[in-house]
């Protein structure tokens, strides 16, 4: 039976992350908050985005393990460390979490004289033209596969028993810091689908089409990143989310 109280904190998790972090993606880049300085706006968004999430792994982990995420609740499924039937359960919490989260933030920037979904956006990833460098479809592919397999790999090793007891908030924090870092002018970063999926939702256009990339290749990189946790860690060390 899926507990009702892990459910709501991965889907409050999962909209306090939008809500926060793409709101600042989208004053930095949409609203140009830092004029024309796209190196301020992408270490202002990777640290939105990271402490945002050591803020919630402390808050929420010891109640649903603070995935806020469906790639690494797909990555303690293929690792085993979470049971199929539950992993839906996160998986569907955090999605609305997503819609919800960016509800919020549309009906905030609604409000600002100006604002235009289309010109302003709500913090959505793309490629192709929609890349700050440009960035083609496989590349963007590669890119969110890889960042999301770092990603997920620090949280599997973290949150075993034979990590450092106490350090896996900052450990998964930093880390999705310094993805965003490398991520945010390739693709703009998503390494979560529910993150993508609300904003884009809103957008809609480019946002839309391109979405499924957004929400396959973060999967994909979650199960390597289980597969590799599985070859090298001791299972029978392993905490469950």
């Known amino acids: 039976m899926l507990d009702a109280r892990k459910l709501t904190a991965e889907f409050l998790g999962t909209a306090i992350l939008v809500i926060v972090a793409v709101g600042v993606a989208t004053e ?22 990271g402490l945002t999430l050591i803020g919630l792994v402390y808050a929420i982990g010891p109640i649903s393990g603070c995935h806020v995420n469906p790639a690494v609740t797909l ?4 690792a085993g460390r979470m049971k199929v039937f539950e992993g839906i359960g996160y998986i569907i919490s955090q999605v609305l979490g997503g819609i919800v989260g960016a509800t919020v933030l549309f009906t905030i920037f609604s409000q600002v004289p100006g604002y235009n979904r289309l010109n302003q956006g709500l913090g959505t990833d793309g490629y192709d033209k929609y890349s700050l460098i ?7 592919f590669l890119t969110e596969a890889v960042l999301t397999f770092i990603f997920v790999s620090v ?17 998964i924090g930093m880390t999705l810091v310094v993805v965003h870092l490398i991520g945010i002018p390739l693709t703009g970063t998503s390494v979560n689908p529910a993150r993508s999926i609300g904003p884009a939702l809103f957008v809609g256009g480019h946002a839309t089409s391109q ?7 973060p999967l994909v990189g979650a199960v390597a990143a289980a597969w590799i946790h ?9 905490v469950s989310a």
């Open 134 to 140: 440009g960035l083609r479809q496989p590349g963007a």
């Open 28 to 49: 930095t880049f949409g609203f140009k908050y830092f004029g024309g300085s796209i190196a301020a706006g992408v270490v202002t968004t990777a640290l939105a985005f």
């Open 230 to 238: 599985l070859m090298l860690a001791d299972r029978s060390a392993d």
């Open 155 to 171: 949280v599997l090793f973290a949150t075993h028993r034979a990590a450092i007891q106490g350090a896996a908030g900052v450990a």
């Open 211 to 217: 979405l499924w990339l957004f929400i396959v290749a």
């Open 75 to 78: 990555g303690f499924v293929v």
